[in-house]
């Protein structure tokens, strides 16, 4: 399975190259493996958009846009358009709530990992937007790099003093066995190929290094940005397979700008 997995990528990498040459618009690969466990049988589910395994479980798009299309929906103009989600002309300000809820969620998990390893402590934030959740960890002691597709979001982000670097998670490159922290937020559901983007933040993690994922639990097969569509077990797995093992997890109900979200967060350590 993992070989046929690596030709399919050759394959699709080789068809977006080519299409750069000539000029060809990107093509759509179809999916014919599940994105954790790689079974190639499910049954067809969220409108025939998408296909639920019948090995693990895992529900994925069976036919997701391509990654140059993904990066260009949050390329550009991207916070104006988060401005305009939260009604926030004159920028994005965030709940005092919110704030809160996010700042409990460090405190629940890191105050032992923070005693053990001491000073410094690394971060990463994958998909850290303008960088707010890199403020709380900053003001708990963390050195704290983030990285984001959206460049007018990273330049957000850079313009109250945080380290952003700009591109796609799956072609940025940081040093091997450097961060002691990973944090991910509403990335995993977006990416065509999860699992190997867990195996890229291992190679980043230093041994025993920690990661926390949130992603939602509640599939919306409407959000067409949507690829992958997790539960408490199919996440655990996806984890397994990229190197890491499930310490903790729970289920976060909140309410925030008007909508009621269920998201699943897991607690992880690499092994």
Not at 166 to 186: D, K, N, Q, W, Y
Request: aromatic share 8%.
């Amino acid at each position: 399975m993992e070989l046929h997995a690596r030709v399919r990528r050759v394959i699709a990498y080789g068809l977006r190259v080519l299409g750069k040459i000539t000029g060809a618009p990107a093509v759509r690969v179809p999916r014919t493996q599940c994105t954790v466990c790689g079974g190639g049988q499910w049954e067809q589910c969220g409108a025939g958009r998408c296909g639920r395994c019948t090995a693990c479980g895992m529900v994925f798009a069976l036919d997701g846009p391509p990654i140059e299309e993904l990066i260009g929906r949050y390329h550009s103009g991207y916070l104006e358009q988060r401005k305009r989600q939260f009604n926030q002309p004159g920028g994005i300000t965030w709940s005092e709530s919110w704030v809160k809820d996010r700042s409990g969620i460090f405190e629940r998990f890191l105050p032992e990992y923070e005693c053990q390893i001491g000073a410094p402590r690394r971060a990463l934030e994958v998909g850290c937007a303008e960088g707010k959740q890199m403020e709380i960890l900053a003001g708990r002691g963390w050195e704290v790099t983030g990285v984001e597709i959206g460049e007018d979001m990273a330049t957000e982000g850079r313009s109250r003093g945080l380290r952003i670097a700009v591109g796609a998670i799956e072609t940025v490159r940081f040093p091997r066995r450097h961060f002691h922290l990973v944090v991910m937020s509403h990335v995993l559901e977006h990416l065509r190929d999860p699992v190997a983007v867990v195996r890229r933040m291992r190679k980043w993690s230093v041994p025993e290094g920690r990661l926390i994922v949130e992603t939602p639990i509640l599939p919306d097969f409407d959000d067409r940005d949507h690829l992958q569509f997790f539960s408490e077990s199919t996440l655990a797995r996806a984890l397994v397979e990229g190197g890491y093992r499930m310490t903790e997890s729970f289920i976060h109900d909140y309410h925030e700008r008007g909508r009621d979200f269920r998201d699943i967060i897991a607690y992880a350590r690499r092994q």
